[in-house]
């Protein structure tokens, strides 16, 4: 820390560009370590992860851009890497740090001459040097040097190999300068005449091809344009075809194949994964392992951090005076709060396995094998990543829509993908499955696991039935395509899989924290005050009653004459057709601000009409009864239409907002709303009225 | 004959890359005239297919391969 103070030297800002899957993201915490954080682009609201390191008493700041295989965008996340890039002085780049995949250097290094042709200083770290010696393929690194006439620095990300050598080379990047690749066409050269910007002509050229695909181009350019225009993917497939002819020519001098036919380790583990019976049986077979896990390896810190907010519940009510602060952190926060972080082992094992999915390179090969059923349903075997990573959270998987190319496509998985059960339903549904069926831990399967796992299909063939309405309904504009690169095996970095828990849980714990908190202390004041009247009312009725249960009676009419009662009462009519009282009414309110508050809510109210000091919310819910038919209050038909409710209803106002975002239009947020909680009040009411 | 063609590992060389909407994204995940194919295996009712471009994995759906003419070594 103190090193920062003390700063010789000005700092360098420089940015990460690379293909996908070269461990770009590797090398970036390799480099930055705890130093990251992820923050919005300038003027957008798309992510951006940026990171330092000092170096020889120079702080030198690095930003993270998406991968992209070319600067020709095919999708939204290729189409901000170009954007900053061509934005290179607004953006005050000082040098580019090109990761390449010495496995696959011909492709990579497309994007490469791209880029040292937009003029910035460029420097190469050529990644992944072990896997390179299993391929049998050997790289003369100081030919290739010479031939790029730029500094390419051998690394290997993960075990850190030449880190320290390429941090110095980093501090004189600024002066790298690097050779040209661009040989423009002679309309080209025309429209890099009319363009008066200061730079290359290959960023000229770019700077007016972006501003053309994005409708953005004057009128007096968008004639001279027009001449060009029919021929303008020809022109670009021309220039990538003189591109590869200069680089293959630079490879083939520069390295060495000893062997190539091999059957590499990858095409062995994909002969296995991807076979047409077994790889559908392993994928479902994963699923059945992820769900069990979650609930027995989650059992034990949960009933810890039961045990540890039930102890700190009752001393503080034994040694606090009891006045309204008290009644407020015991009967408002702490249940609250207790409720939710019992989830949190839960969520964070269900993170941890899909960023293990992830990492290792398995959810590109479920990308593959569903491709053929997706587009069927108006998807695209990309689609499947966003579904499968909304089974933590909708927000970053419709965020990670972004790499589907076909508009769509990508609408349609943006529309769906908060039908698949998330993380915040996680703890609705456990409370729910906890009511229906006795946790049994000597059983071979957890029912509860299991019917939770039924929630998720469930979630997903609803996602793909509304999928297929919305692909009737929608109108094609562009071809849809798949084309994929699967990358090799890896064994996961668990550095970096720590590093995306740690963020991830990070933001659970306080973002969801917070909400929750302010609700409860909200709920806590709306549950134990009401109108004056009605509760002076209250205290008359009983001032001569003399029962046992003279307290827990006085509590509950409280309840009911509170202000949240009252809340509750009011849409009564609307939910009783679904099974829900009023209770169940208030705690569907608080929802809309986040669906895991269902349960905070839930334990807050019972426990400001309950004396039980139990912090255990199931039990004391299954103990409820109607104050008017003595029937439970959460019977097998209730339960069941609240899951179904919970599964179904756009209950997310975040979800909404990045709905927003992505689609840049209000209506599809709303559709979005409006189609999911018709959807789930239909479905409730249908499996009420079947039940009850 | 094209990319579609192709049996479970059967090596070929890529000689044309048809002209269409895709043609640009084809030639830049390095499909381009010259190049090393061999088929590595199909997704279940034949469609995607995954071939080995020079040392990695590409998935391409059938109407893509079909963009791709190839010659068998």
Known sequence: MSNSNNL?????????VGNPNTGKTTLFNTLTGQNQKVS?????????KKGFFIEDSTKVNITDLPGTYSLYPNGEDEQITTQFLLNHNANAIDAILFVADASN??????????????????????NMLDMLEKKKIDIDVSQLSLSLQSLVNPINARSGKGISQLKLAILKSKMAVQRS????TEEQNKLIAFNSETGTPYYKWQSFFSKFKSNELDNEYLTIFKEI?????????????????IIHEIV???TLK?????KSITQKIDSVLLHPIWGFLIFFGTLFVIFQSIFRLAEFPKSWIEALFTWLTISLKDTLPDNTFSQLLCDGILPGLAGVMVFLPQIIILFFILALLEDSGYMTRVSFITDRLMRKFGLNGKSVIPLIGSMACAIPSIMATRNIENKKDRLITILVTPLMSCSARLPVYTLLAGLLFIQNTSALIDLRGLLILAMYIIGFIVALLFAFIFKLILKQKQKSFFVLELPDYRLPKWRNIAITLKLKTKDFVFNAGKIILIVSVILWFLASHGPSEKFDAIATKYSTYNGVDKELKIQSEKLEASYAGMLGKSIEPAIQPLGYDWKIGIALITSFAAREVFVGTIATIYSVGNTDDKSVISGTLAKQTNAQTGEKTYGIAVVLSLLVFYAFAMQCISTLAVTYRETKSLKWPFVQFLYMSGFAYLMSLIVFQTLK | MTAADLKKGEKAVITEVIYCDLQCKLLEMGCYC???IQMLFKAPFGDPIAFDIDGYTLGLRKEEALKLIVELK
């Open chain 1, 8 to 16: 010789d030297e000005q700092p360098i800002h420089i940015v990460l």
């Open chain 1, 40 to 48: 919005n682009l300038p003027g957008t609201t798309i992510e951006e």
């Open chain 1, 105 to 126: 250097l011909e492709r990579n290094l497309l994007l490469y001459t791209q880029i040292a042709d937009l003029g910035i200083p460029t420097l190469i770290a050529l």
């Open chain 1, 181 to 184: 690749f661009f040989a423009p």
């Open chain 1, 229 to 245: 225009v029919p021929f303008s993917d020809k022109t670009i497939a021309d220039e990538t075809s003189n591109r590869f002819n």
């Open chain 1, 252 to 254: 083939v001098e520069s």
């Open chain 1, 258 to 262: 000893k062997e190539f036919n091999k």
């Open chain 2, 34 to 36: 010259g190049k090393d």
